[in-house]
């Protein structure tokens, strides 16, 4: 479809025949660089001779583990100046061929400039496109303005213009064995199992998008009879989920702490995950656990897959939907109304649906 083309017309043909090395530039947020995965699998089976490598977030590659479209995970630390400089020598001396920027930010266009590969891709933006052989729109243009898409799109926006087929939109995220064993042995000695788990993440990047944490834990005490409830956070996030656990009148659980290995174990264990629009809920994505959303500032369109036991939950009736602010900027009674109005009853009756659904497909 014309939409999907990045430029919307024909571009010349790129010469992949020497590409042995590949860069993938993806060091920004977890959920971001599992949304590349399409894009990563796609150029495996375009450059099957090729060794890829992946620049990521410190943190964030054990995303990556057991990606069999990933030769190799390198990873930055922005906040260190003594990591960045030793990252940027390795990718001047890298003997790249062909670097695609899934980031485009002015730090990312420097990186893909210092490597001086022949075919460096990248999206068409001021201040950025000198560092690109190859530039592309961020986002396809309609009658109304930008077309929205699923977030995988754009970075196979970059593949194609390499003249590379997509393989899908599915998402790929292998599960170590050891921190499956990790997870089962933590499930057991907490006592569940028995029932199904409910995975509820009350906290957001932006408070935009952030649900009032009260109403996750009324939401979470009303699915008691349905399941047992496991609160999960992230770094720096533990107390807000304590204090949503206090909240409840029912028992539920605090998870442990984890790495993104062993979160991704938990959240295989799930029957649902109930989040804002947050990373973890794209790992349950590409588990296949159902997810139930509550989306304000961003589009669903963008962050939520076009398929699959998933459901996007949101204020009705309002204009400023899909605003992308990461602060409300009105006033009064409209205040951050995207999340006031999404009511407790509106969270659970998604999620008893989709418990019902998950119930039925595996009975």
């Not at 943190?59 to 922005?78: C, H, K, M």
């Not at 799109?153 to 087929?165: C, H, M, N, Y």
């Not at 509106?346 to 039925?360: F, Q, S």
Request: glycine letters at 10%; aromatic letters at 4%.
């Amino acid at each position: 479809m014309r939409s999907h083309e990045g430029a919307g017309r024909a571009r010349p043909a790129v010469d992949l025949s020497r590409v042995r090395r590949v860069l993938v530039l993806r060091h920004r947020a977890a959920g971001d660089l599992l949304l590349t995965t399409p894009a990563l699998r796609a150029l495996r089976a375009g450059l099957p001779s090729a060794s890829i490598d992946v620049l990521t977030a410190q943190g964030t590659g054990a995303l990556l583990r057991g990606n069999q479209d990933v030769d190799r995970v390198l990873e930055i630390d922005r906040r260190s100046l003594v990591s960045q400089a030793s990252r940027y020598l390795d990718l001047m001396r890298g003997g790249y061929d062909l670097v695609l920027d899934m980031v485009s930010t002015p730090r990312s266009a420097f990186m893909a400039a210092l490597t001086r590969a022949p075919i460096r891709v990248g999206y068409d933006l001021a201040g950025r496109r000198y560092a690109y052989t190859i530039r592309i729109p961020r986002e396809p243009l309609g009658p109304n303005g930008p077309v929205v898409r699923y977030a995988p799109e754009a970075s196979l926006d970059l593949v194609r213009a390499i003249g590379i087929a997509p393989r899908g939109l599915g998402l790929t995220l292998t599960v170590a064995p050891e921190a499956h064993r990790t997870i089962d042995e933590w499930v057991r000695r907490s006592g569940l199992g028995a029932r199904p788990l409910v995975a509820c993440l009350p906290s957001g990047t932006w408070p935009t998008k952030t649900w009032p944490p009260e109403r996750f834990a009324a939401a979470m005490d009303g699915l008691h009879q349905d399941a047992d409830i496991v609160w999960i956070w992230g770094p720096g996030e533990e107390p807000l989920a304590r204090a949503c656990r206090g909240q409840m009148r029912n028992p539920a659980t605090l998870a442990p702490a984890t790495g993104w290995q062993e979160l991704a174990a938990l959240i295989a264990r799930c029957a649902l995950v109930v989040s804002n629009d947050s990373g973890p809920k794209h790992l349950a994505v590409a588990l296949g656990v159902p997810t139930v959303t509550v989306f304000g500032p961003t589009h669903p369109g963008a962050w939520q897959p076009p398929a699959g036991p998933h459901v996007a939950i949101e204020a009705p009736g309002l204009g400023c939907l899909h605003c992308n602010e990461t602060v409300c900027p009105l006033d009064g009674d409209r205040y951050l109304r995207c999340m006031r109005d999404v009511t407790t009853a509106m969270v659970i009756e998604a999620c008893r649906a989709r418990l019902r659904e998950r119930a039925g497909s595996v009975a």
